[in-house]
């Protein structure tokens, strides 16, 4: 438990750290923008 809670700990801090001091792309407004140009690159349904 007590592993579990430094290296819980430990990351929250190194990840705060690169966040604060590093330019971290945005992965979630990265996969909205895929997302949405698979959706403009599908084909209309031919009816």
């Known amino acids: 438990m007590l592993q579990f809670l ?3 700990t430990l990351g929250n801090v190194v990840g705060m750290y ?14 909205e923008d895929i ?3 698979l959706d403009a ?3 209309p349904p031919s009816s």
Do not use: H, M, V
């Open 6 to 8: 430094l290296g819980f």
């Open 35 to 37: 997302k949405k140009d």
């Open 41 to 43: 690159k599908k084909k």
């Open 18 to 31: 690169l966040a604060q001091n590093y330019d971290i792309p945005n992965l979630a407004k990265k996969l």
